[in-house]
């Protein structure tokens, strides 16, 4: 008997099983429905980051066309749908039927989980690649993403969109790809740093929403790392954003880098503009203390602080503080928040300070229209 769902991730062993694939294999896990089952869908993202893949949870409750619009805009390699609440043969063919709304309709889809032996032929039909049983070991799901993994080629033709043909231009240039597309500077650049888990993600996306309320719309471009070992990653930002909700109005794109390399940001930027986004919020890996160059590349650097985490020796000697246009306490239902705002006015000269609770959107609309005052 083979028991692949209770196997420890750490007998998978960590390397990178990528090196020789034309590019760093890009997948989306992908849960949509009423379905809370999510340990088998976090041990297969730990497996792939463990073998070099970089891998995008968009979270639960996903809507056919929220996976749809995370994929394109990923530009990821496959969408691995995983399925454990009996609405597969409904939900599938309604994913398919999105990404061709969206305008991704080669899109690679592989479904797992529960799916009973009768309704694999249904699934297949529909357009699925593949459809794999709870058995399958972690190196077969590996497989299936690896030989996803084409080579990128340019997405000018006329079953695209915008959105889709910026997705796959990010990609070329991050590959170090000359890209022919329309490029302009987006009219504002505003880069978020601060420590990891200070609220970054939260906050970005509680702005967005709050912007897409009032009619606008906007790009995100969020940092997080990649491991040195198997250069794997787990992008989780997104996760943060209910595209239920914002739908296409967010153009939101996640990249992996060890350290701070924001070579090819300016590019990225210029592609973004080009595609008609004017406002562009920059999301730090928030490797702390010295995530500071990307003051290089924004127009506007916000700082994001959390209570309880050191006193004022610590922010004097934090270049951190340095680089700050705006500072935001976040997590203000925490102890310390008033402790915290004083200790900045010392040295804040003169900068604005905000405080926010991202989780319950507290201070975000002041903060917003601070950031995008029309
Ligand atoms: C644990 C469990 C729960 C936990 C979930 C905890 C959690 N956070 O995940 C709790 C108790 C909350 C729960 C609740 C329910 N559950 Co439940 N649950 C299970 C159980 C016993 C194990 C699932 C599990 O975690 N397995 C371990 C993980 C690691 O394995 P896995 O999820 O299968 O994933 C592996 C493979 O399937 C594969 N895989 C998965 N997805 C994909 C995708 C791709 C692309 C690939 C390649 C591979 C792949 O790789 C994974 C890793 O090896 C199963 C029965 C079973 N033996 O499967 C029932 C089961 C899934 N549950 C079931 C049901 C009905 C429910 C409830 C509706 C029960 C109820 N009446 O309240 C609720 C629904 C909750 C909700 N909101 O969705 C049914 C589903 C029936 C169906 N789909 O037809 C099952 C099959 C039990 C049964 N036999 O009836 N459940
Ligand atoms: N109590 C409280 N929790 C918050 C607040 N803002 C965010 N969180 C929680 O803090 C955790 C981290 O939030 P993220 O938004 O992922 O933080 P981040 O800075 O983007 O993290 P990294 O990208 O990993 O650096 C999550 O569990 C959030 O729900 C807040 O204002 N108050
Ligand atoms: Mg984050």
């Known amino acids: 008997m083979t028991s692949p769902t209770t196997e420890p991730t750490t007998q998978l062993e960590k390397k990178d099983r990528c090196n020789n694939l034309p590019h760093r294999p890009r997948v989306l896990l992908g849960k949509m429905g009423l379905d809370g089952h999510d340990r088998g869908v976090k041990l297969i993202a730990r497996a792939l980051r463990d073998s070099g893949i970089h891998v995008i949870y ?30 597969h043969l409904v939900l599938v063919p309604r994913l398919m039927g999105e990404l061709q709304n969206v305008g991704r309709p080669e899109l690679i889809v592989d479904v797992g989980g529960i799916i009973p032996q009768e309704d694999i032929e249904p699934l297949l039909k529909s357009g699925v690649r593949g459809v794999y049983h709870t058995g399958t070991s972690m190196l077969d799901i590996v497989e299936a993403v690896t030989s996803a993994t084409q080579e990128h080629k340019s997405l000018n033709n006329d079953n695209t969109s915008v959105s889709a043909t910026l997705s796959r231009n990010i990609s070329l240039v991050e590959e170090g790809k000359e890209v022919n597309a329309p490029k302009k500077r987006p009219t504002s650049v505003i880069g978020f740093t ?87 919020f920059i999301e730090t890996v928030g490797a702390g203390q010295n995530d500071v160059a990307i003051r290089e590349v ?12 050191g006193d004022s020796v610590q922010m004097d000697k934090a270049g951190i503080l340095e680089i700050a246009d705006v500072f935001v306490v976040n997590k203000a ?42």
């Open 333 to 374: 239902d925490y102890d310390g928040d008033s402790a915290l705002v004083r200790e900045l006015i010392d040295i804040a000269s003169g900068r604005e300070i905000f405080e926010t609770i991202a989780t319950q959107g507290k201070g975000v609309v002041k903060l917003l229209s601070h950031l995008m005052p029309d």
């Open 194 to 280: 601060g420590s990891p888990g200070a609220g970054k993600s939260t906050l970005t996306a509680a702005m967005a929403a709050e912007a897409v309320r009032n009619g606008k719309k906007l790009a995100i471009i969020a940092y997080d790392p990649m491991s040195p070992i198997s250069n794997g990653a787990l992008l989780g930002d997104r996760l943060r954003v209910d595209f239920n909700t914002v739908d296409e109005n967010v153009f939101y794109r996640s990249l992996a880098r060890v350290g701070e390399d924001y070579t090819t940001l300016p590019d990225i930027l210029d592609l973004v503009g080009g595609a008609g986004f004017d406002y562009v």
């Open 58 to 87: 968009s979270g639960l409750w996903q809507t056919p066309r929220s996976l749809a619009i995370s994929a394109r805009d990923e530009d990821v390699d496959m969408i691995a749908c995983s399925m454990m609440s009996n609405s």
């Open 298 to 309: 924004v127009d506007k650097t916000i700082v994001v602080l959390v209570p309880g985490m």
